[in-house]
C-alpha cells in the first residue's frame, strides 16, 4: 500500500524558517514524482512544484519559484519542502502528493501539514 | 498561463439527481485533464485523468468526457457521500492549473 506521511502542524513566527517532509513507502520512492500543494484557509488547489527523488529534478510553478524549496533525500525516502523566511501569507495546509506516470496528476497523497505564521 | 476555469462554483441538488460540472481552459488541452473530489476537512482524491479514465476504486456514477478546451465531470446519481469540492485540473505543461472548484451540497 501507498503511504505519504507528512509532519506535524507547526506554528511559526513571521521571518523564521521551516523544513516540512514527506516520507513515501510502499512503492520505489526514486521512480516516481512527488509534488507539493498548497490550500490556503478557505481556498483552492495550488500546484507548488514537483521533485523526481531518482536525481533530485525539480521543476516550480512559477508563482512558487524563488518562495520555496524542493528538495529530496532518497536514502530515507523523504521529500521537503522549505522556507528561509516566513511570512503570514504562508500560513497554510500543504499536501505531498506522488505523482502518476501519465503526468503531474496526484494519485496518492499525504495527510496535509498545516502551517500557521503568526507574531 | 492557460486559465482554468470552472462552473458553476456552486450547487445544490437532491439524492438521485444527475449532477454536471463544467471545466473550461482558455486554450486547447487536448485531453491532459484530471478531476479531484476532495470532501470537507478530507485530503483531495483523485476521480478521474485524461479527461475521462476513471481512477482505480472510484464509484461507476462518476464520469468525465470532453477533449480540447471544454470539459465535463458528471455524477449520474448524487448520493450524501458525494457532497464536497470537485476540482479540475491541467496537466499539459506548466503550470499545472487547477480550476477554482465547485462545491456540490445536498437540497
Known amino acids: 500500500e501507498v503511504q505519504l506521511v507528512q509532519s506535524g502542524a507547526e506554528v511559526k513566527k513571521p521571518g523564521e524558517s521551516l523544513k516540512i517532509s514527506c516520507k513515501g513507502s510502499g512503492y520505489s520512492f526514486t521512480t516516481y514524482w512527488i509534488g507539493w500543494v498548497r490550500q490556503m484557509p478557505g481556498k483552492g488547489l495550488e500546484w507548488m512544484g514537483i521533485?523526481?527523488?531518482?536525481?533530485?529534478?525539480?521543476r516550480y510553478s512559477p508563482s512558487f519559484q524563488g518562495q520555496v524549496t524542493i528538495s529530496a533525500d532518497k536514502s530515507i525516502s523523504t521529500a521537503y519542502l522549505q522556507w528561509s523566511s516566513l511570512k503570514a501569507s504562508d500560513t497554510a495546509m500543504y499536501y505531498c502528493?506522488?505523482?502518476?506516470?501519465?503526468?503531474?496528476?496526484?494519485?496518492?497523497w499525504g495527510q496535509g501539514t498545516l502551517v500557521t505564521v503568526s507574531s | 498561463d492557460i486559465q482554468m476555469t470552472q462552473s458553476p462554483s456552486s450547487l445544490s441538488a437532491s439524492v438521485g439527481d444527475r449532477v454536471s460540472i463544467t471545466c473550461r481552459a482558455s486554450q486547447g488541452i487536448s485531453n491532459y485533464l484530471a478531476w479531484y473530489q476532495q470532501k470537507p476537512g478530507k485530503v483531495p482524491k483523485l476521480l478521474i485523468y485524461a479527461a475521462s479514465t476513471l481512477q482505480s476504486g472510484v464509484p461507476s456514477r462518476f464520469s468525465g468526457s470532453g477533449s480540447g478546451t471544454d470539459f465535463t465531470l458528471t455524477i449520474s446519481s448524487l448520493q450524501p457521500e458525494d457532497v464536497a469540492t470537485y476540482y479540475c485540473?491541467?496537466?499539459?505543461?506548466?503550470?499545472?492549473?487547477f480550476g477554482q472548484g465547485t462545491k456540490v451540497e445536498i437540497k
Open positions: 485540473q491541467k496537466y499539459n505543461s506548466a503550470p499545472w492549473t
Open positions: 521533485i523526481y527523488p531518482g536525481d533530485s529534478d525539480t
Open positions: 502528493a506522488r505523482l502518476g506516470v501519465q503526468g503531474v496528476i496526484a494519485h496518492d
